[in-house]
C-alpha cells in the first residue's frame, strides 16, 4: 500500500489520529455555531477543557480555525452536510 499522495493533492492526509468522544461532541458543538463558553456549559466543563479539546481537533484535523476544522470534518464524513439533520450539521 503506498503511502504517497498524488501530485498536485495539495490537501492534508485524512486524520493525523481519531478524534475521542469528548473531542467529537465539542465538534459537533463547534458546527452547531456554539461558543467556547456555551459549549463548556452544555457539557458541564470548564472554558479551558473546551479550549483543549478545540486545540486537539484543530491538530488531528491540520486546521488552523475552527471554521477550517468544521470545512475538513465534513469532507472527511465525519459531520453531515447543512441541512442534512445528521450531528454537527445546522438546519
Known amino acids: ?46 472554558v479551558n477543557t473546551v479550549k483543549t479539546h478545540i486545540r486537539g481537533i484543530l491538530r488531528k484535523l491540520s486546521a488552523n480555525r475552527r471554521n477550517d476544522a468544521i470545512r475538513r470534518a465534513r469532507e472527511l464524513g465525519l459531520l453531515g452536510t447543512p441541512g442534512d439533520g445528521s450531528p454537527g450539521a445546522p438546519p
Not at 475521542?20 to 456555551?38: H, I, P
Request: charged share 20%; glycine share 2%; aromatic share 4%.
Open 1 to 46: 500500500m503506498s503511502t504517497t499522495r498524488p501530485q498536485g493533492d495539495t490537501r492534508p492526509p485524512a486524520l493525523v489520529e481519531p478524534l475521542t468522544d469528548r473531542e467529537y461532541e465539542v465538534l459537533c458543538n463547534m458546527a452547531a455555531l456554539l461558543s467556547t463558553d456555551e459549549i463548556a456549559h452544555t457539557m458541564f466543563v470548564s
